[in-house]
């Protein structure tokens, strides 16, 4: 078989640099794009002189015409400080980035996958998460442009699917943290691990009760390329991510533990519209592609931690 050309957007942020090395060891050619808005070149300078690696600086909102075989379409910013700090960019990003990708795919009949979000489900009145769940999303709050970006970028795919029959594929993650994650992008996991080496208090907000269900980037990464290569009729949506949940006041406590840290921790305000719980339910993902998570929460947390202490 030819080399196969895969376009990644968002290619030099967390997930897609961990994704364009995984690409790479397999053989692939990559081409990734991205604008450097949450993402930098930095992420995948190890990357620069390999042969089967470019990477181009391009804002999905304006067009791109390249010749590829697979698009995953990661480009968006991902934390709530980032994504909210310009939220009509967001939307365009999600919504106009997307018409882009799936006319590019379109006219070199390329696979095109999504990285959707659990965020589609809103504040989940059900619970846990599974796909055939339809989500209550607030349309007018601070999250909509990511949330409602993704559910209108989710409608542009299905949409390509039955008007012109193209290959896509519709990945929801759940919230995913290792290595390589900005350590001031304001999400939980850099948040406390940062606050912790530094022997600073853990900034809870709200009591800590609320919920999340956190995936190791390795085991990610291989259900997106699972989903790639799975066949034309696996469109999804499907769900990735890990489905052990724990209360943001026991990963604090957690990740004290782990460091090895003095922190205490300060309770403050919870941000508006914050989801209450979140899991998902990966029956699909296990059924579909043969994809369980396989990296325990202390084992990808102390790797993750080690990443933090020496960056
Ligand atoms: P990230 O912010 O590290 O990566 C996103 C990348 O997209 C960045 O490099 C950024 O510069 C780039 N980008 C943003 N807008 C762009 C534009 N208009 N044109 C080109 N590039 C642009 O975030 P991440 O955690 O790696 O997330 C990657 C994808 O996965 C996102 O689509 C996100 O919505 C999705 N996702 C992530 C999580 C998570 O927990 N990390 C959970 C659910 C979904
Ligand atoms: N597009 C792109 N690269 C391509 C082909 C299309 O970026 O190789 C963009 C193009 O600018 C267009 C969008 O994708 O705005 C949607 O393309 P499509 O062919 O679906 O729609 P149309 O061009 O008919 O509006
Ligand atoms: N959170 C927190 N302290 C922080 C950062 C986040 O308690 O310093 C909470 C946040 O309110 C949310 C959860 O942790 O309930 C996960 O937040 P994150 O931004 O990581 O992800 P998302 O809300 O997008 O799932």
Sequence with gaps: MATRRVLVTGGA???????????????????????????ARSNVADLLGHPRFELQRHDVTFPLYVETDEIYHLACPASPIFYQRDP?????????????????????????????T??????????????????????????????EGKRCAETLFFDYRRQHDLPIKVARIFNTYGPGMRPD?????????????????????GTGEQTRSFCFVSDLVDGLIRLM?????????????????????????????????SSTIDFLTLPSDDPRQRRPVIDKARDVLGWVPTVEFDEGMTHTVEYFRTT
């Design 229 to 261: 290569d799975s066949p034309h009729e696996v469109t999804g949506p499907i769900n990735l991510g890990n489905p052990r949940e724990f209360t943001m006041l026991e990963i604090a406590e957690r990740i004290i533990a782990l460091v090895g840290s």
């Design 185 to 205: 992008d304001g999400r939980v996991v850099s948040n406390f691990i940062m606050q912790a080496l530094r022997g600073e208090a853990l900034t809870v907000y």
């Design 118 to 147: 659990s965020e589609v489900y809103g504040d989940p009145t059900v619970h846990p998460q599974e796909e055939s769940y339809w989500g209550n999303v607030n349309p007018i709050g601070t999250r909509s442009c990511y949330d």
């Design 13 to 39: 942020g967390f997930i897609g640099a961990h994704l364009c090395r995984a690409l790479l060891e397999r053989g692939d050619e990559v081409l990734a794009v991205d604008n450097f808005y949450s993402g």
């Design 88 to 116: 009509v960019q967001t939307t365009k990003t999600s919504v106009v980035g997307s018409i882009n990708m799936l006319g590019l795919a379109k006219r070199v009949k390329a696979k095109v996958l999504l990285s959707s």
